[in-house]
């Protein structure tokens, strides 16, 4: 016996039931706070990235205003709101998760590299200086 059902058993606990069996299914939601203006969903990690820092400033954004997930995290997301969604994925994947996010999508990129072209890059700051009205109002 391990320590584990040694403790149980002390306690009269001979069978333990989980609360939330879907959890170890992987259907665990990830609650967003309403305070999230904008969540981006990126495989990789750019959240140090001065691209990144830059793009917060502008749009009037803190650490504490935007989430930054990955496509698995993304598909279970529930929000009560409704923040921006910045799609940094593939093809594929994006395809994958459109049908939860499709109203929020605000930005999509295929790969954080795409940014690195002064095109792509000079697109999104365009297409972001529209919302950064839309973000300002959700302060009030």
């Not at 002390?10 to 999230?36: F, H, T, Y």
């Not at 529930?78 to 395809?95: R, T």
Request: neutral net charge; contains cysteine; aromatic residues 8%.
């Amino acid at each position: 016996m391990n320590r584990r059902d040694l403790l149980l058993n002390e306690m009269g606990i001979s069978q333990w039931v989980l609360a939330k069996p879907q959890v170890l299914k992987g259907n665990a939601q990830i609650r967003l706070d309403k305070k999230i203006k904008l969540v981006v969903i990126c495989e990789e990690d750019h959240q140090n990235s001065h691209f990144f820092a830059d793009l917060l400033r502008a749009l009037g954004l803190q650490k504490s205003d935007y989430s930054w997930v990955d496509s698995e995290q993304s598909q279970r997301l529930v929000f009560e709101h409704s923040p921006l969604v910045w799609k940094i994925l593939g093809e594929e994947q994006a395809v994958k998760i459109a049908k939860n996010i499709a109203n929020q999508t605000a930005w999509e990129n295929n790969s954080w590299q795409d940014l690195a072209q002064s095109q792509k890059k000079r697109k999104l700051w365009q297409q972001m200086e529209a919302f950064s009205a839309q973000l300002e109002k959700t302060d009030d």
